[in-house]
């Protein structure tokens, strides 16, 4: 006994690790209760450490009622000890038979969960996440530090549902900057973007059966969530500059809708802005036919050419049937997880309590960090510098497209992706299996789909791959596919 | 025009600040479309600031799509400028008629949102929050830098749904030292004890109609959860050392349960900690009716006397039945989000993928400050201070219930609260709004029952409370509850 002691962990405290080891040894039952143990002295011997050490660990023990000391006789293990665990029988549950469909339903959706893993020499363009080397840890940090020296008790206690207060404010000041008319409308700080979508999806009523009308492609993360939330989805197809009008108007004309989505910038996955005037067109239906609208502004941030065009809840001007869903993680920091939900006042009201109920509330240190991140002026250099680059490689990587997959009708209009369509009946599940041998992997398409279409379609998420990378990962792309397209 | 231009914010860059004066006056019109804007001497004269903040100001503009350039001419606001939102009717929509059953539930439930409000000078015995006061923030500020200094990147991009693997590691190393047998068990990390619940509840079958059992009184937040998931609440009447068995036992003979929720250790609102004994009696009932267990951990650090007591799912040995939530929120920070559930393999899958569908994953930043913190050791010695800290106010606000509302029958083994139940047929309400005027406030105990009882109990929450101000507190509470008794 005690001659299998290890410091296994030269940062931790070594009375912490003697103490575990001796827990181990009473749950094990190699210690057993009321059994003496070793003196300090002898039991630092034996173990290699000092005997303050010891002392240190046994009164740890003593405090959490493992060990109980008699005055003058030294240390024993508690009579309550682990063993009494034995007496209740130990039964299997069978959890499979316990889940709900919702449950079920979370899993076979769960594409990360059956997502091809990379290693490091892989070229990946399955991601659309930020590129990391541009992240500026001191900013970050000096953000931090700035923070907690301001109100450090305040970040690291119970903070509010609605979201941190000066985000709140700040964050209401920066879209008024785009152009939003902010009477009657309120915000809700969310734990990043697919929870706001998630928070809202579950508030909506279901007057019209549970209906949504989105772009077709569109954000897969969405259309789980619509059907998480047990919305059905109608699908209306893509064209060069936004949503083909004439199918959306065709569809209102056949049902009502609960609701609509659109992600009218840099949509994912197709890439294409949605131009100015059919932002107005598209709004002007919906005004119409009152269906409320909720804006993706996912990548609105990453705009880098052309005019400005106003986000649909700007179009709106003083009415209240958007709801915008913004976050800074395809720019900013992700691991951070901070998205906002602005709308209506009553809305966010209810929103409020759902957030509450649900986690009561998003990470304070989150919030303030990026507050204070916003707040010290960075946002506006991060972004010219973010622009620039994801620029310049989504200028190679539609080079590299035209040049090595000339035979696929590309589209995208900046941001982090490119969309690729192939001749009908080509199979992009077929060709990753084949580049995924040589290395190379992306996102088949037809996960984008609201009606089981673009089989014949792939993303191409360029944000996190070096320029070599992107050149190599499209040669060995397009040649695999026009060996399958002559096979 | 451009005489009202005034630095709002010495902290933040003056050309931002420039930028959004001009973008304002292009949103309420004052700037329209293809007007010339003055040149940038002009108009640094004019606002009284440098000539290249005005060119700083003009070239964020103009990569935004706000202001365009005209060589040798000057610039210009952009052609597409807000005034076009205009031809957008504006529509209004009923929010309250288009929300669900879910949202107003929501609503109505939620208590903060009707709480009473506290000005600083008011005695609040209502938040069982911890103290800010014992918040180690050079400690904090330490692990956060050590993090960043590992791996900054990493943390401020995605992480995983599961969570932070360190993070996971420790904790579940952590648990198996409070003698949890690991073998078939996983963990997910959560955005706190209540999303845990949450999305618990939101996964489990309703084979028996949706019904829990659980202590009544019981966790308010756990009650409003089970609520709005749909689930019928059963609860059983709480004794000094824990459940009611005999009761426990009827209950399970007359219907079948789909779980059972139980607060073993400094239960919330009555404070009473389960004893050794009862928690295998408990247990083994649960055995015998095969009823699934959900173990709210959330005080479990914070046991301070007596002999130890295992947490329900290590007296289930190699069972799986039980579904243990824990959290350092009432230990620790509250305000960094995170909590875990440890339960089996196969359930954590499920509840993993539901855990992506809401909000992809738990803040990366909390999670590694919380893996740092406690990987160099600090919990232990916090635990000590922080314990010493509780018991001493404990002890004090029991004696101050003694003293002064001796008439209350009070329950509470420590922790951070103590409950009072007065003779049947006192109403806390009424009395808590005769002590408010006098600026004393705590929580009435009907809100934690789940049979509409509990109108003559009250939980009085003293973490935060100072020494003096228990003392006053309780004076108030004891000489207007005995008006009240006697009118």
Same mark, same amino acid.
């Given at each position: 006994m005690f001659n299998d002691f290890k410091v296994l962990d030269e940062d931790r405290p070594v009375y912490i690790q003697v103490k575990e080891y001796l827990k181990r040894m009473m749950i094990k039952g190699t210690l057993q209760g009321n059994q003496k143990l070793p003196s300090t002295r002898e039991l630092g011997l034996l173990l290699g450490v000092s005997r303050n050490t010891i002392i240190a660990a046994y009164a740890g023990l003593e405090?959490? #009622?493992?060990?109980?000391? @008699?005055?003058?006789?030294? /240390?024993?293990?508690?009579?309550? /000890?682990?063993?009494?665990?034995?007496?209740?029988? /130990?039964?299997?549950?069978?959890? /499979?038979?316990r889940i709900n469909g919702y449950a079920r339903q979370a899993v076979e959706l769960d594409r990360m969960k059956r997502g091809i893993r990379a290693d490091k020499k892989t070229i990946s363009f399955t991601s659309i996440a930020p590129d990391e080397q541009l992240f500026e840890l001191d900013l970050v940090r000096r953000a931090f530090l700035d923070r907690m020296a301001i109100e450090g008790n305040v970040l690291l206690n119970y903070g509010y549902a609605k979201g941190y207060r000066p985000l709140i404010e700040l964050l209401m000041r920066y879209m008024e900057h785009k152009g939003v008319d902010m009477q009657g409308k309120d915000m809700l700080i969310t734990s990043g973007f697919t929870e706001g979508l998630d928070i809202v999806m579950s508030a909506l009523g279901r007057?019209?059966?549970?209906?949504? @009308?989105?772009?077709?492609?569109?954000?897969?993360?969405?259309?789980?969530n619509f059907k998480l939330n047990g919305f059905e989805i109608t699908g209306i197809p893509m064209e060069h500059d936004g949503i083909n009008l004439e199918e959306l108007k065709q569809a209102l004309s056949e049902r009502s809708y609960d609701c609509a989505y659109f992600i009218p910038s840099y949509h994912n996955p197709t890439g294409i802005v949605t131009s100015p005037e059919k932002r107005i067109a598209l709004m002007k239906l919906m005004a119409e036919y009152q269906v409320p609208v909720i804006e993706d502004g996912f990548n609105e941030e990453l705009r880098y050419s052309g005019s400005h065009a106003l986000p649909l809840i700007a179009t709106a001007g003083q009415g209240n049937g958007v709801i915008y869903i913004g976050s800074f993680s395809k720019v900013l920091f992700p691991g951070l997880r901070v998205g906002w939900v602005l709308a209506d006042k009553e809305l966010i009201s209810y929103l409020e309590s759902i957030k509450r109920a649900r986690n009561i509330h998003t990470s304070t240190l989150d919030q303030s960090v990026l507050f204070q991140y916003l707040h010290n002026g960075h946002l506006e250099k991060y972004l010219k510098k973010a622009r620039s680059e994801y620029k310049r490689k989504y200028e190679w990587t539609k080079q590299c497209c035209e040049k090595y997959v000339p035979f696929a009708?590309?589209?995208?209009?900046?941001?982090?992706?490119?969309f690729l369509e192939f001749e009908a009946g080509f199979d992009?599940?077929? @060709?990753?299996?084949?580049?995924?041998?040589?290395?190379?992997?992306?996102?088949?398409?037809?996960?984008?789909?609201?009606? #089981?279409?673009?089989?014949?379609?792939m993303r191409i998420g360029f944000s996190r791959v070096s320029e070599e990378d992107i050149g190599t990962g499209l040669r060995i792309i397009g040649e695999t596919a026009f060996k399958q397209l002559r096979g």
């Open positions: 405090e959490e #009622g493992f060990v109980y000391t @008699l005055q003058g006789k030294g /240390s024993y293990v508690a009579a309550v /000890s682990f063993s009494s665990a034995a007496s209740v029988p /130990s039964w299997q549950t069978d959890w /499979s038979s007057k019209n059966g549970g209906t949504v @009308l989105c772009e077709n492609p569109s954000h897969h993360t969405a259309i789980k009708r590309l589209s995208g209009d900046g941001g982090l992706h490119l992009t599940h077929r @060709l990753l299996e084949s580049c995924s041998s040589q290395g190379v992997i992306f996102t088949p398409g037809d996960m984008f789909f609201t009606d #089981g279409g673009g089989l014949n379609t």
